[in-house]
């Protein structure tokens, strides 16, 4: 694993002055309203946020190596294991039936292993992610191959036509359950 210097978020100083010269404006404000006693809750929950802040900022690096966006492994709906059999009855009749049904719950469970295991993304490094998932298996779990529509199935000339080998599903769960 190579080891990359996160990107820190930068504070720039005018931002700051700017949100200070906010939290006096409102706490002036409240003081002129509400009196004294306002003024001070204002003061808390100015203090709050400013600590939430910058725990926030300092803490980024730690919690998601400072992108900003929601990673969603998992989806809110799991399947259930008669789902999963029908997947796998799909797979083992047609490739068009591992494209559509098997393949993204795999990728799935891979995407969840790689990241809590490995610390590496399916989808934003895909080449590490072949190389601990390995040449063989790699094609059938590549998140960049576009998929099969229901529409227009058409078969990947990289994979086998006709149905999923047993072979290569047991592979593809044993490599799993080895990550």
Do not use: F, N
């Not at 990359?4 to 409102?26: H, Y």
């Not at 980024?60 to 789902?83: C, F, G, I, N, Q």
């Not at 790699?138 to 998140?143: E, L, Q, S, T, Y």
Request: charged share 25%.
């Amino acid at each position: 694993m190579s080891s990359r210097p996160a990107p820190r978020i930068a504070v720039l100083p005018e931002a700051l002055a700017v949100l200070g010269i906010a939290a006096v404006g409102c706490e002036t404000a409240l003081a002129l309203v509400g009196g004294l006693a306002v003024a001070g809750v204002g003061a808390a929950v100015l203090v709050a946020a400013a600590l939430l802040a910058a725990r926030y900022v300092h803490g980024a690096e730690a919690m998601d190596s400072d992108y900003r966006r929601k990673v969603r492994l998992v989806s809110s709906r799991e399947p259930t294991l008669r789902y999963w059999d029908a997947a796998i009855d799909d797979a083992r009749e047609s490739l068009a039936g591992y494209e559509l049904h098997l393949r993204p719950l795999l990728q799935r469970l891979y995407a969840v292993r790689l990241a809590e295991r490995h610390g590496v993304s399916l989808y934003t490094e895909p080449g590490r992610a072949a190389a601990l998932l390995g040449p063989e298996l790699w094609p059938w779990i590549d998140p960049a191959k576009p998929r099969l529509s229901k529409d227009a199935p058409k078969v990947d000339p990289r994979l086998a036509p006709g149905p999923i080998p047993d072979r290569t599903l047991a592979a593809l769960v044993e490599r799993l359950e080895t990550l």
